[in-house]
């Protein structure tokens, strides 16, 4: 009789190993904002239709996130915070998850062309090739610019949810896709100051990496006194209102003087207290966002009573 206890299954693939190559933590944020950005559009939309709009839109940011672990398997192997993931640590084979990558990469383009429209479902795809060959294939293994440029990936989903609900774009959709293209820079900044070795071990040119955690700083302070005009003058387009308007100027002040303390910060003080105001500012910046967009979807509930707007 076979001794079944000589097999190893420790390393098998779950069903949880294909769920986290989707990046369901990246995919919350993508939901959250093309679905503020399809409920804020001025034109009403199914509920069903709605629905699996943004069902698909969310496939579509799992398949990016596979085709990005497929990719980067190599680096991510090296990267204490990556390193665990399915693909570097055996769980999933490199081709499961290109294979998974591309089928639901096919998959949502199409069904969000059906469910929503053509415009929708092509500007989808070009996110997704966006995220997985521009940004993932080409700048992030090459320039301490990979999170700028490579940044209009995550800010897609607003305007494609507007998209599905206008069949276009407009100065309102812009100014979504705006307000998460100049956050990233000093969210995934944040980050990188406290996770800079890392991304030296990995090879990948990080600004923290290239240019030292002084010049992070300096460009964290300068990306969020861009992106606070940016956010408030949203409170002045018709999806805006003055509630919008006060939650901005709460998180922007708060943000600011995050900065301006992370620009002071001794590098010594800042590595013996393990990074603590860095890593403050990181999951702040997550607030910041879910704050304004979550101020959006209010304000256009208040504009369907007749009572938000100015």
């Given at each position: 009789m076979t001794?079944?206890?000589?097999?190893?299954?420790?390393?098998?693939?779950?069903?949880?190993?294909?769920v986290a190559l989707l990046k369901p933590r990246v995919?919350?944020?993508?939901?959250?904002?093309?679905?503020?950005?399809l409920l804020v559009a001025p034109v009403s939309v199914h509920p069903f239709v709605a629905f699996t709009a943004i069902l698909f839109i969310a496939?579509?940011?799992?398949?990016?996130?596979?085709?990005?672990?497929?990719?980067?398997?190599?680096?991510?192997?090296?990267?204490?915070?990556?390193?665990?993931?399915p693909v570097p640590s055996g769980r999933v084979g490199a081709?499961?998850?290109?294979?998974?990558?591309?089928?639901?990469?096919g998959l949502s383009v199409m069904m969000l062309s059906l469910a929503g429209n053509l415009f929708a479902g092509l500007f989808l795809a070009f996110t997704?090739?966006?995220?997985?060959?521009?940004y993932t294939v080409w700048l992030k293994r090459r320039t301490p610019q990979n999170i700028v440029i490579g940044g209009a990936a995550g800010a897609f989903p607003?305007?494609?949810?507007?998209?599905?609900?206008?069949?276009?774009?407009?100065?309102?959709?812009?100014?979504?896709?705006?307000?998460?293209?100049?956050?990233?820079?000093?969210?995934?900044?944040?980050?990188?100051?406290?996770?800079?070795?890392?991304?030296?071990?990995?090879?990948?040119?990080?600004?923290?990496?290239?240019?030292?955690?002084p010049a992070t700083r300096?460009?964290?302070?300068?990306y969020t006194l861009v992106l606070a005009p940016v956010?408030?003058?949203?409170?002045?387009t018709s999806i805006g209102g003055p509630l919008y308007l006060a939650v901005s100027v709460a998180f922007n002040l708060a943000f600011v003087v995050g900065a301006f303390r992370l620009l002071g910060r001794d590098e010594a003080v800042a590595e013996a207290d393990g990074y603590r105001a860095e890593k403050r500012f990181f999951r702040f910046s997550l607030a910041y966002l879910f704050g304004h967009f979550t101020a959006l979807l209010a304000e256009a509930a208040l504009h369907s009573f007749n009572l938000g707007g100015w």
């Amino acid at each position: 009789m076979t001794d079944i206890s000589v097999f190893d299954h420790s390393n098998e693939a779950r069903f949880g190993d294909y769920v986290a190559l989707l990046k369901p933590r990246v995919m919350s944020l993508v939901v959250f904002t093309a679905m503020v950005g399809l409920l804020v559009a001025p034109v009403s939309v199914h509920p069903f239709v709605a629905f699996t709009a943004i069902l698909f839109i969310a496939l579509g940011g799992g398949a990016s996130g596979a085709l990005n672990m497929w990719y980067d398997a190599d680096i991510d192997a090296v990267m204490r915070r990556t390193r665990s993931r399915p693909v570097p640590s055996g769980r999933v084979g490199a081709g499961e998850a290109l294979g998974l990558g591309l089928g639901l990469s096919g998959l949502s383009v199409m069904m969000l062309s059906l469910a929503g429209n053509l415009f929708a479902g092509l500007f989808l795809a070009f996110t997704i090739f966006f995220y997985a060959v521009v940004y993932t294939v080409w700048l992030k293994r090459r320039t301490p610019q990979n999170i700028v440029i490579g940044g209009a990936a995550g800010a897609f989903p607003p305007m494609i949810g507007w998209a599905v609900a206008t069949g276009g774009i407009a100065p309102e959709s812009i100014a979504m896709f705006a307000l998460v293209f100049l956050w990233t820079p000093p969210h995934f900044w944040s980050l990188a100051l406290f996770m800079k070795e890392d991304y030296s071990n990995a090879g990948v040119p990080m600004l923290t990496v290239t240019h030292g955690r002084p010049a992070t700083r300096r460009h964290i302070l300068a990306y969020t006194l861009v992106l606070a005009p940016v956010a408030l003058a949203t409170a002045f387009t018709s999806i805006g209102g003055p509630l919008y308007l006060a939650v901005s100027v709460a998180f922007n002040l708060a943000f600011v003087v995050g900065a301006f303390r992370l620009l002071g910060r001794d590098e010594a003080v800042a590595e013996a207290d393990g990074y603590r105001a860095e890593k403050r500012f990181f999951r702040f910046s997550l607030a910041y966002l879910f704050g304004h967009f979550t101020a959006l979807l209010a304000e256009a509930a208040l504009h369907s009573f007749n009572l938000g707007g100015w």
